[in-house]
């Protein structure tokens, strides 16, 4: 198989996918969520055999350099929506765009293959107004990300935490930053035990964002990670199902003990339906069915 067909790995797993051979500008329509209420939903990430997925301090580490061309960029065309957490946004300061894909023969690059919509999962709006997302998206490589967060606790009422009038203000600010420089804010609820104190974490709750996800008309989502959005997706999944298939790729490396891992915490481990691994060069990858327990 030349490198410019899609991996029958993707097929496999993924189930759709002959058109992939003559790829268009719309992401396929096979993936089709079994919940009408949330988006197709697949977990993917690279990892080392002690399972870290960056260094130390997150430090992002190239762990599969050659599976990366022809799984990650294919798996980015097929999917509405990529999805990261606003560590790997900041560390990284990645692209989340089809640029590994092999150049196509007619046309140009950036129009020939659908561009999943970057989605960065941000309460705090963190996201730096003059990130790679944005100053792609401005010169038409890659769609403009959408941040998905939630406004701060009211500073007003007799719960209101010390410093709340400016934490809206900054929260503000930096929400006319991001708009202007092209973001889109989409607003999800944040949940809170007793809904009269402010919410003691400013992680999303992952239903909330994925439901207002299809609300906005995404259909499918690749979840990259980081270690923290990967634990919080798989935990989600342990009872309520909310990731539906698994592609993880080992690289034949040991990070060591000051790696990030995502294994700690992770309490609600799903069931795992194995559907195929394969051998792509150095690294192997693994394609999964997450099941509820
Ligand atoms: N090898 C691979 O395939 C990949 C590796 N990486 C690596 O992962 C590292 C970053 O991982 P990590 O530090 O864990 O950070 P993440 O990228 O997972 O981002 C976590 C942050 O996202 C925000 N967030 C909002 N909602 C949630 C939620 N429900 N669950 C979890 N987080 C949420 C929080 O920000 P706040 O605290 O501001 O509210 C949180 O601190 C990077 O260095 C990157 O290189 C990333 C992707 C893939
Ligand atoms: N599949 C895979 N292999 C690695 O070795 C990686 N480091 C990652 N990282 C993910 O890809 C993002 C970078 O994307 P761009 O190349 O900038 O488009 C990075 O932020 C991680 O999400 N993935």
């Given amino acids: 198989m030349s490198d410019s067909n ?15 051979a003559e790829p268009g500008t719309e992401p396929l329509p096979g993936l089709v969520s079994p919940d009408p209420l949330r988006p197709y939903v697949t977990l993917t990430f690279a990892q080392s055999l002690d399972a870290k997925i960056a260094g130390t301090g997150g430090r992002q580490l190239i762990l599969t350099a050659y599976g990366r061309h022809r799984v990650e960029g294919r798996m980015r065309t097929m999917h509405d929506g990529i999805l990261i957490g606003v560590n790997t946004a900041v560390n990284d300061n990645p692209q989340l765009n089809v640029r590994h894909l092999p150049f196509p023969t007619q046309n140009t690059h950036f129009q020939h293959y659908h561009h999943p919509r970057p989605l960065i999962l941000d309460a705090q709006l963190r996201l730096s107004p003059t990130c790679k997302l944005l100053t792609n998206a401005a010169i038409g490589a890659g769609k403009a990300p959408w941040v998905i967060s939630s406004a701060p606790p009211p500073a007003d009422g007799f719960f209101a935490a ?8 900054e929260w503000e600010e930096r929400k006319a930053a991001l708009e202007e420089a092209g ?5 999800v609820e944040r949940e809170t035990l007793h809904p009269e104190l402010p919410p003691t974490t400013t992680d999303l709750p992952v239903h909330a964002v994925l439901k207002a996800l299809k609300d906005e008309g995404i259909r499918s989502v690749m979840v990259e990670g980081g270690a ?3 634990q919080s997706f798989l935990s989600a999944s342990g009872t309520s199902g909310l990731v539906d298939t698994l592609i993880v790729t080992v ?18 481990v799903p069931g795992l339906l194995h559907l195929k691994t394969e051998v792509m060069g150095k690294d192997v990858v693994m394609g999964m069915k997450v099941v509820k327990v």
């Fill in 251 to 268: 690289a034949p490396m040991i990070v060591g003990r000051d790696g990030v891992g995502y294994g700690e915490g992770l309490e609600k």
């Fill in 228 to 230: 923290r959005i990967i």
């Fill in 162 to 169: 010390e410093g709340a009038a400016e934490a809206v203000q």
């Fill in 183 to 187: 973001a889109r804010i989409v607003l």
């Fill in 6 to 20: 899609p991996p029958t790995f993707l097929s496999t797993v993924l189930g759709t996918l002959e058109a992939l």
